[in-house]
């Protein structure tokens, strides 16, 4: 298998995982705050499936709206989106997009990927559920972290050693911080874990405070 195909199976089989723990949730699950700062896990659904769901002009048009702003056009769609659809039609969008062939500007099948393992734990941990990502799926995402992705992120992560302790996978030099490989992706992207889930002499940098 290629390495295209391999990482669109992965894709697939992200997205399936995901349909079957979105259709789980309650309904206060679905009102619940994420680790993407002012989004419930509603509007994580929305954004998520954004690209895979507007067409270029539409995109350019909302861009356009947000006055060039990408960041901005993401959320306001995502707010929108989260106001309108019911969690089942949000499930149901998340669905009919599980082989949508989307890939990011310059990320390739790689940046769809990650896009959406990221967006995944962004709900799951912000939940509190114990879900591993796949060690395989993770290794595919891991391996396109080279520094030019981790530097896109903007997380100032200078004198830190990143350590995963469920793969063979590290970045960085400095003092230790040692996690899941997952939990160490969510750091790359700038995301603030829970209490007790990284170790090292940096972890209380990139711990959420209680």
């Known amino acids: 298998m290629g390495g295209d195909d391999r990482l669109r199976q992965a894709v697939r089989a992200e997205r399936g995982d995901q349909v079957r723990l979105l259709a789980a949730l309650d309904a206060g699950q679905w009102d619940a705050p994420t680790l993407c700062a002012g989004w419930r896990v509603r509007e994580v659904v929305a954004h998520v499936t954004m690209p895979l769901r507007l067409s270029t ?49 310059g990320g390739g099948v790689a940046g769809a990927l990650a896009h959406d393992v990221i967006h995944g734990l962004d709900v799951t941990v ?46 960085g030099a400095g003092a230790p911080l040692r996690g899941l490989a997952q939990d160490l992706l969510l750091v790359i992207c700038g995301r603030r874990l829970p209490p007790g889930r990284l170790d090292g002499a940096a972890a209380a940098r990139f711990t959420r405070q209680t």
């Open 57 to 105: 002009g539409r995109t350019l048009l909302e861009l356009a709206r947000a006055r060039g702003r990408f960041d901005r056009m993401a959320d306001r769609y995502a707010r929108r989106e989260a106001a309108r659809l019911s969690p089942e039609q949000l499930v149901a969008v998340r669905r009919a997009t599980v082989d949508h062939p989307w890939t990011p500007p």
């Open 126 to 171: 912000g939940l509190g559920l114990d879900r591993r990502v796949p060690a395989e799926r993770m290794a595919l995402v891991l391996a396109g972290m080279r520094p030019g992705a981790v530097a896109y992120f903007g997380t100032d992560l200078d004198g830190v050693r990143l350590q995963a302790t469920d793969l063979d996978w590290g970045h």
